[in-house]
């Protein structure tokens, strides 16, 4: 009830988003015999909701959310920077999966910059979202993996577009008009983490989730929902000032937003010292 909450109350535009996620996390929790782990990818553009999204997840299952000792946080340009020490990184992936789960089953573990990682190191944990009952004496089917990422953007939009040029709204989208092309964009993208990878292949991640691109009405939501959580009574006036400040594509319709909600904390800064 705490994610369905959460997500209607601070995520916006998503109805896909809101939908899978809530059904998918809960029904995983609620199943006592899961023959997988579950795992999660998802894809748009920066400031779409990605990393509030796995916040959130995490948040519902754990009191500390992403601070807790059972949630794992991965950043590509962070925890495997070098392209020739990938096999090293495929090790210390698997050690630090292997032994995070056989101290907890419930191991949430979130995949950052995905279109950032190289290609091939995710497909070393390949054998945790796989349907084995035990491996090594350890069983991986309680644990989430969430993997975020940019890549599949431009299929989400063209799809979005697509609705929007044709007189239909946005909810009007459903999964399935996005994600097979979803994933199939995503395996044949060579500046993904998941080009080419096993995990695609053999089905192994449960859901493609796509984040739509940002319509000026819902930065305006974010930028309303940003001033109220400072404390301040919501200005229009400077609702609709940080909006029009953002720059919005295609160039000759101006629906969506280049950024998404990313910068609007830091605008922010400059109307409330």
């Keep these: 009830a705490a994610l369905q909450q959460n997500l209607d109350k601070k995520l916006f535009g998503q109805h896909l988003v809101s939908k899978v996620v809530v059904k998918a996390v809960r029904g995983f929790l609620n199943n006592t015999n899961a023959k997988k782990p579950l795992a999660l990818s998802l894809h748009g553009w920066t400031g779409t909701g990605k990393n509030f999204v796995s ?152 859901y493609f989730i796509p984040f739509l691109p940002l319509e000026y009405k819902h930065v305006k939501m974010c930028v309303r929902v940003e001033i109220e959580s400072r404390g301040y009574t919501v200005d229009e006036d400077i609702v609709s000032r940080i909006a029009d400040e953002m720059t919005y594509f295609p160039r000759e319709e101006r629906i969506y937003s280049d950024k998404g909600c990313k910068t609007v904390d830091a605008k922010l800064d400059y109307y409330y010292d």
């Design 55 to 206: 916040k959130i997840v995490a948040e519902s299952i754990y009191k500390k959310g992403l601070q807790s000792k059972y949630v794992h946080q991965f950043v590509a340009t962070l925890h495997f920077p070098h392209a020739h020490s990938i096999n090293l990184y495929k090790d210390q992936l698997q050690s630090w999966i292997r032994g995070n789960v056989s101290i907890c089953p419930r191991s949430i573990f979130i995949f950052d910059e995905m279109d950032k990682m190289h290609a091939g190191l995710i497909d070393s944990i390949k054998p945790f979202l796989d349907y084995y009952e035990l491996l090594d004496g350890v069983s991986y089917r309680q644990a989430i993996f969430i993997f975020l990422s940019n890549a599949g953007a431009e299929k989400i939009t063209e799809v979005a577009l697509d609705f929007w040029r044709n007189g239909r709204t946005r909810e009007d989208i459903q999964l399935t008009d996005i994600q097979n092309a979803l994933s199939v964009s995503v395996f044949n993208n060579k500046n993904s983490g998941f080009w080419h990878s096993t995990l695609i292949d053999r089905n192994l991640i449960d």
